[in-house]
């Protein structure tokens, strides 16, 4: 595929995923919907089409192959007609897992293959309920909706003057278009008590399974497939472990989030066998951070707890608290390393990547290098042999270099308007700022509060992880956090959820 025909596919997928969130109508949603995800293929396939020449000459086999994806998506598809709550049930639970592929070049990358199944499977369901009439727009706040407009049509357009427009058709066609897709999915799932037990659940057993694994691996000293992080292994005093991730980093990504919602729903049980259940849980889930030994991770759930014990107890004394926590815990720092040279925070070489990538911001402030750029502009920049790192690994910088003062307007933008739509109607239901406090235990009574504040807290830690290590909107855990918490608030602001959720479940009395 040539690079004319890149850009124009990436200009189009996100124009065509823009018109689907601005819709006013189910069935001008669903065509940009299934517009976009098609780009999306095309895109991939142009890269991708010459790697696959052995498997293209085999015609048989290649067209068994095209026959099985038809079939199992037209399953699944089938399935999700029959029971709705599999959808979102399928996302959460395809999220963590990753198949390592060569794409265009022979570069080896990690996809959610298992998402990208479910999603396809989720568009051809919702094109068919379109088609009958059953569908509906949810309600989502504005702010966010066009925060996101603006950031998905940008990194499109500034792909016409990268220097990398072949990552940034590959960035399109396998993360910002499926993620969108994803989120618009989510959006339209309705949140009642009933989904919200059942997404908790498939969280948290997945993260246990995950921190299992990663414990035995430390256990056993040995990991999965990265050849790297095993070798960094043989150098360090501390052994880190991936459970079934290629990057530990993203590994505990995973693990914090499940860990706060396990928190949340602790702080809001009223039974003494689930709050048992929960501890014994969050140990494990911990056990298996630890062994990660994610400078990153440990950060975003130490404000992933801030935000949590704030909104539970208080907001006030919670940031008096930090704030001396942190001041003394800086002062201790500092005092240690004037008197000892060699203590330092291992950083694994990313402070020259930020610093590097905040001085091709500075060369183009403005519109910066485009989109998908800041790989090749740095190796060029500062002269980095082959085969070393060159991402920046920090995503305010990333956005600073490849999309200058522009980028950065709209990140700040969308970073607003998320935390706003998440926290937005907080003070009506959050102990933490004045709201009485209510229990899981209420029976009749769909309570929204720790399913809200439990979001709030994830995303917040999120928000810091993808600082300290990039991937905001390459990561499918952004967008689900997204949809999830813009649907419960914009519901819960309009006084709708309760009702809808009675009419919706039969669990109301669970």
Not at 70 to 95: E, K, Y
């Amino acid at each position: 595929m040539t690079e004319a025909l890149e850009i124009a596919g990436c200009i189009g997928a996100t124009a065509a995923v823009s018109v689907s969130l601005l819709a006013t109508g189910p069935r001008l949603r669903v065509a940009g919907l299934v517009l976009a995800l098609g780009l999306a293929i095309a895109l991939i396939a142009g890269q991708g089409w010459d790697d696959i020449a052995n498997l293209r000459e085999h015609e048989l086999a290649f067209a068994a192959l095209v026959l099985a994806a038809a079939v199992g998506l037209s399953l699944g598809a089938v399935a999700m007609l029959r029971w709705p709550v599999l959808l979102p049930l399928l996302v959460v639970a395809a999220m963590p897992f990753r198949v390592r592929l060569h794409v265009a070049g022979g570069e080896a990358v990690n996809l959610l293959i298992p998402l990208y199944a479910v999603i396809g499977a989720g568009v051809l369901a919702t094109l068919v309920a379109t088609l009958r009439g059953e569908t509906r727009l949810r309600r989502l706040p504005q702010p966010l909706v066009f925060a996101l407009v603006l950031v998905i049509c940008l990194y499109g357009l500034q792909t016409i003057y990268s220097a990398d427009a072949a990552l940034a058709a590959r960035n399109v066609g396998f993360f910002l278009i499926p993620f969108t897709v994803l989120f618009s999915l989510l959006a339209e799932a309705t949140w009642d008590r009933r989904l919200l037990r059942l997404a908790f659940a498939v969280v948290l057993v997945e993260g246990l399974v995950l921190a299992v694994i990663g414990i035995g691996q430390f256990a056993d000293q040995h990991i999965f497939w990265n050849d790297k992080l095993e070798a960094s292994n043989d150098f360090h005093f501390y052994f880190r472990v991936n459970s079934v991730f290629w990057d530990p980093n993203i590994y505990g990504r995973y693990l914090v989030l499940a860990i706060l919602l396990a928190a949340t729903t602790l702080l809001w049980a009223a039974n003494r066998v689930l709050a048992f259940a929960l501890t014994a849980a969050l140990a494990i889930a911990f056990a298996g951070l630890l062994f990660a030994f994610s400078q990153t991770s440990f950060l975003a759930l130490f404000v992933g707890l801030i935000v949590l014990v704030a909104l539970r107890w208080s907001f006030r004394w919670t940031a008096i608290a930090t704030l001396v926590a942190t001041v003394a815990v800086g002062t201790a720092f500092v005092i240690r390393s004037s008197s000892d040279d060699s203590t330092s925070l291992n950083t694994e070489g990313h402070g020259t990547l930020v610093s590097g990538g905040l001085k091709l911001a500075k060369h183009r402030p403005l519109y910066g290098y485009g989109s998908a750029s800041f790989s090749k502009e740095f190796a060029r920049e500062e002269n980095v042999p082959p085969g070393d790192t060159t991402i920046s690994h920090s995503e305010p910088v990333t956005v600073a270099a490849e999309q200058g003062a522009i980028g950065v307007i709209a990140y700040l933008v969308l970073l607003a308007a998320a935390l706003w739509a998440i926290a937005d109607g907080m003070r009506r239901i959050a102990p933490g700022l004045g709201a009485p406090f209510r229990s899981l235990s209420a029976g009749d009574r769909l309570e929204l509060t720790p399913a809200r504040i439990g979001v709030a807290a994830a995303f917040c830690a999120l928000l810091v992880h993808t600082i300290g290590y990039a991937a905001y909107l390459t990561d499918p855990l952004t967008w689900a956090l997204l949809a999830v918490g813009g649907v419960l608030a914009a519901e819960a602001g309009a006084g709708e959820w309760p009702a809808r959720a009675r009419a919706s479940s039969g669990h109301a009395e669970d």
